[in-house]
């Protein structure tokens, strides 16, 4: 059988009980598409992965993930690789001193594509965690919790998510921006929300093809007043909005235009 899982560098599916991202969720993931045995987006992948090193003082190196990474990458066909770094071992709220940072990655295959995306709004509202906005760290319980409630709108695949000021936030398990005259608007996330690869690749694009951007306070009535909608994350790509709350809409120049461009990036591996 094709191995599937990796745990510091060995074909491996056992995480010892004693791990501080079970105990403590004490640790940070990316869920990266692999395409020809390689990592499309693995630059941006690559900064947020810094960036959350630094703010969570992991003491790794970037050249240990990248070694971890190239050990198995080329065994891998097409599809979406999780790599989950923990804080390493044992411990209590005070990690053991020379615990080292264990590296998990998983590979499973490509969701399939959502042509017509329908969105809600949900009631369940994200909390202020400014300590920890912007990263993907392994504490995902209120997702698990949106998730359930997107669950409920069988007809439904993504939704806006409000913090508990009633801005938009994000989706569930994405970004989300809307134009509005020509402009590209993002939310805020410093109080809240992941900073998403594929945002910081729109937002990168954007900048160099000269679409004007705004990172913004949003509301709802600001989505439902929009020219064009998407959502995205690194997986799945750009996703427009065809149904957002009953109110129909069409994919516009913007949203078609950037998605050429990702398709020109992931075709260029
Ligand atoms: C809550 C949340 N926000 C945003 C994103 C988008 O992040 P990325 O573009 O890095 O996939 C995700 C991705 O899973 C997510 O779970």
Redesign the pocket.
């Known amino acids: 059988m094709q191995v599937r899982q990796w745990v510091d560098g060995r074909a491996d599916d056992d995480v010892a009980w004693q791990d501080r991202g079970l105990l403590f969720g004490d640790g940070v993931f990316?869920?990266m598409r692999v395409q020809d045995a390689g990592l499309p987006m693995w630059a941006?992948?690559r900064d947020?992965l810094l960036q959350a090193i630094d703010r969570l003082r992991l003491d790794v190196s970037m050249a240990h993930i990248e070694d971890h990474l190239a050990g198995h990458l080329a065994q891998l066909d097409s599809g979406v690789l999780r790599l989950t770094l923990t804080r390493g071992q044992g411990g209590t709220y005070r990690p053991l001193a020379g615990s080292a940072v264990r590296l998990i990655s998983h590979w499973r295959p490509l969701p399939p594509v959502v042509e017509e995306l329908r969105a809600t709004l949900l009631q369940q509202r994200l909390g202020h965690l400014p300590m920890l906005a912007g990263l993907?760290h392994l504490n995902?319980l209120e997702?698990v919790l949106l998730q359930a409630e997107l669950d409920g709108h069988p007809s439904c695949d993504e939704a806006l998510?409000q913090d508990i000021a009633g801005h938009v936030i994000?989706?569930?398990?994405?970004?989300v921006f809307m134009v509005h005259r020509y402009v590209l608007h993002t939310p805020i996330i410093d109080e809240c929300?992941?900073?998403?690869?594929?945002?910081?690749w729109v937002l990168e694009r954007c900048r160099k093809v000269r679409i004007p951007t705004r990172i913004c306070v949003l509301d709802v009535s600001d989505f439902l007043a929009a020219d064009e909608v998407f959502f995205?994350?690194?997986?799945r790509g750009i996703m427009p909005v065809h149904d957002l709350l009953g109110r129909s809409m069409s994919t516009g120049v913007i949203t078609s235009k950037l998605q050429m461009e990702l398709t020109q990036v992931l075709r260029h591996v």
């Not at 929300?193 to 910081?200: D, S, Y």
């Not at 995205?232 to 997986?235: D, F, R």
């Open positions: 990316e869920t941006w992948h947020r993907k995902r997702q998510v994000e989706g569930v398990a994405s970004n929300g992941v900073a998403g690869v594929m945002r910081a995205c994350n690194a997986v």
